[in-house]
């Protein structure tokens, strides 16, 4: 058991677990938002490598668990329309990840914090970017900056999220693509951080536990999905996305 619990006491590795077990829950409700409240959270009294860590593989699990909900035609279709959002968005995620020791991530927190906050604050008091029809050179914009984030911080849902809801993507439609978006960078992220060290022989056990509390998390956030219509499936994922980038900033002030 000791190895599972990589160093931590037993009451901080059952607050890891509560932290993660949110984390799967808000995931299931609206697609995303699981790296990010793992981050912040687990960060706050757990060393911020081990936190990393320990979202990987939960990360990679539910996403897959999301992706195929709806069974894997619907979730290659969404391959296909996403295609040079995932392109983009991958390689930069492969590049940034070896960045983790050299860029001031508070300086990054600000800028995607202020930038995000901003965005969902004007959309929840009613304003719509509209943009039905977009172009490639958009998408690939939106997939530079989430794939660049996400390899440096863990965290790629904000522009993500941002991107679907700029294009009024419908409920179970969002929660298939950011299910493919998310997992197939996850995937990368795993191997680009057993590469740069992160995800190592101590800091594994505790990702592994840590799959047991984001399954329950997500499992009680799909059944909580099922029960909202898409008008409060948008609104509830504005909020939590404009919480996330109140987070962000909070995280960049603090240094």
Known sequence: MDVFLSGLTPALFA???????????VKGMVGFALPMIMVSGLSSFIAPELALAGLILPTVAANAMQALRYGPREAFAVVKSFKVFLIVGGVMLLLSAQLVSVV???????????????????QLFGWSPGLSGTSKGVEALFGFVAGSIGGISGIWGPPTVMYLHALDVAKRESLCIQGVIYGLGAVLLMFSHVSSGVLNART?????????????GIWLGFKFHDRIDQKSFKRLTQIVLFIAGLNLLRRGLMG
Do not use: E, R
């Open 15 to 25: 607050l890891a677990f509560a932290v993660t077990f949110l984390a799967g829950a």
């Open 104 to 122: 001031p991530q508070h300086v990054l927190l600000l800028v995607i914090g202020i930038t995000v906050s901003l965005f969902t604050g004007l």
């Open 204 to 216: 594994l056990p505790f990702s592994v536990a840590m799959l047991v509390p984001a399954m329950l």
